[in-house]
């Protein structure tokens, strides 16, 4: 059984830093690719970064590059999201996802297996 389970959400003061981490089980973790994804009330899912577990790739939102940073230690199966410089703008749920090749990475239909979710506020 697939299980993503994501953690180390909460409350942080702008300017602040959070470190989200996904630990992935149930699959071929070192074939896949790991996406992280942000909804926040109102708005629809949005990727914010993602990395190929097998060579490293990694992609980022726009809005996200310089202030978020996408690893992922495959001996643990985990993937980690460093949020540095936080704006009360990325308030939401932080969601990761897996999907073996996601055709567009960082589009939500791409991805099959999703976390619960961990949320993120940012307080101005």
């Known amino acids: 059984e697939v299980q993503l389970v994501e953690s180390g959400g909460g409350l942080v003061q702008a300017g602040g830093s959070l470190r989200l981490s996904c630990a992935a089980s149930?699959?071929?973790?070192?074939?896949?690719?790991i996406g992280w994804f942000r909804q926040a009330p109102g708005k629809e899912r949005e990727g914010v970064s993602c990395?190929?577990?097998?060579?490293?790739?990694?992609y980022y939102a726009d809005s996200v590059k310089g202030r978020f940073t996408i690893s992922s230690d495959n001996a643990k199966n985990t993937v980690y999201l460093q949020m540095n410089s936080l704006k009360p703008e990325d308030t939401a749920v932080y969601y990761c996802?897996?999907?073996?090749?996601?055709?567009?990475?960082?589009?939500?239909?791409?991805?099959?297996?999703w976390g619960q979710g961990t949320q993120v506020t940012v307080s101005s």
């Open positions: 996802a897996a999907d073996y090749t996601p055709p567009r990475w960082l589009v939500a239909d791409s991805y099959d297996y």
């Open positions: 149930g699959f071929a973790f070192d074939d896949y690719a």
């Open positions: 990395i190929s577990s097998s060579d490293g790739v990694t």
